[in-house]
């Protein structure tokens, strides 16, 4: 079945770095599109980052500049490399496959990974 593993998270301080990864399984992985998302308690998902099958990546202005998605066919892994971290970006983190950036992803949630940013 569809499983995504996400891991990486903790407690960094404002300006710091985090590396989230995920594992995705039950995909056709070379072939599919990924992203990442997060979710505050109370609002909805939103996406972070997005990545073609082809590796073509694309950022919400929120986060351009200072996330970087990356993907590793060999592994079945998707990773996020977040950079100069701010307190509005605490969250759970979560990784998905969405064929465009504004398509719906999968039904299928991990059970994400939590990112916290102290000022």
């Known amino acids: 079945q569809v499983q995504f593993v996400e891991s990486g998270g903790g407690l960094v301080q404002a300006g710091g770095s985090l590396r989230l990864s995920c594992a995705a399984s039950?995909?056709?992985?070379?072939?599919?599109?990924l992203a990442w998302y997060r979710q505050v308690p109370g609002k909805q998902r939103d996406l972070v980052a997005h990545?073609?099958?082809?590796?073509?990546?694309s950022y919400p202005d929120s986060v351009k500049g200072r996330f970087t998605i990356s993907r590793d066919n060999a592994k079945n892994m998707v990773y996020l490399q977040m950079n100069s971290l701010k307190p509005e970006d605490t969250a759970v983190y979560y990784c998905?496959?969405?064929?465009?950036?504004?398509?719906?992803?999968?039904?299928?949630w991990g059970q994400g990974t939590q990112v916290t940013v102290s000022s």
């Open positions: 990545i073609g099958s082809g590796g073509t990546p």
């Open positions: 998905n496959k969405a064929l465009t950036p504004w398509d719906l992803p999968t039904d299928y």
């Open positions: 039950g995909i056709t992985f070379r072939l599919s599109a």
